[in-house]
């Protein structure tokens, strides 16, 4: 089994995760961030949710203050519009993961969190890991029916900064 130690284990890259990941990280805390996915790197806010919706919100009043008359015209604006949004966020889940990638007390590891026991967790894309004196456990958006439900319930140390209840 390989160990890790650190004073920090975030679960979840999202507003929450990298806020505090690179606050902690700059105090000198050794800080370790797990995400599920590499194109949710910055979380829901800037890959599906306020970003990408309010740059489309936009590209959409730009088209119709145009009047596009013709199905050519209107594709033309809307796949101008995916596009621009797609190249926005690209450019902030980049500009995330850098923040976090050139901190170095901030570790982002790759994978589906859950938790082994009160001190250790697993993550689905590397060899279980054992973390025997984390402090604080952030467990960002997890849903009620996730693997990690019953553990955040029993262990008063874990912090969640968003639940999406059923
Ligand atoms: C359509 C829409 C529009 C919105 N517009 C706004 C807005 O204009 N302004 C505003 O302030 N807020 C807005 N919000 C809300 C905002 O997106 C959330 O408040 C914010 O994303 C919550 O941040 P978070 O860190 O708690 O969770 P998230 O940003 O959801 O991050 C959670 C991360 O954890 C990862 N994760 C979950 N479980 C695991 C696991 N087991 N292992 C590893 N990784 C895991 C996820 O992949 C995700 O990247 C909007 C939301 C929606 C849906």
Redesign the pocket.
């Known amino acids: 089994m390989q160990t890790q130690q650190f004073d920090t284990l975030i679960?979840?890259?999202?507003?929450?995760?990298?806020?505090l990941a690179n606050f902690l990280g700059n105090k000198g805390q050794k800080v370790s961030i797990?995400?599920?996915?590499k194109d949710?790197?910055?979380?829901?806010?800037?890959?599906?949710?306020?970003?990408p919706?309010?740059a489309l919100a936009l590209a959409a009043e730009h088209a119709s203050s145009h009047h596009p008359n013709t199905h050519e015209e209107k594709q033309a604006y809307y796949e101008s519009a995916i596009k621009e949004k797609q190249r926005l966020v690209t450019t902030l889940r980049q500009k995330n993961y850098d923040t976090l990638h050139n901190n170095p007390n901030v570790n982002v590891i790759d994978?589906?969190?859950?938790f082994a026991a009160p001190t250790r967790y697993r993550?689905?894309s590397v060899i279980p890991r054992k973390c025997s004196r984390f402090r604080l456990k952030?467990?960002?958006?997890?849903?009620a029916q996730?693997?990690?439900s019953p553990a955040y319930r029993v262990w008063k140390r874990v912090s969640?900064?968003?639940i999406a209840r059923p």
């Open positions: 679960i979840g890259f999202g507003k929450g995760g990298k806020t797990v995400e599920q996915s949710m790197y910055g979380g829901t806010c800037i890959n599906i949710a306020c970003i919706t309010k994978g589906l969190a859950s993550s689905s952030i467990l960002s958006s997890i849903r996730s693997p990690m969640v900064s968003t």
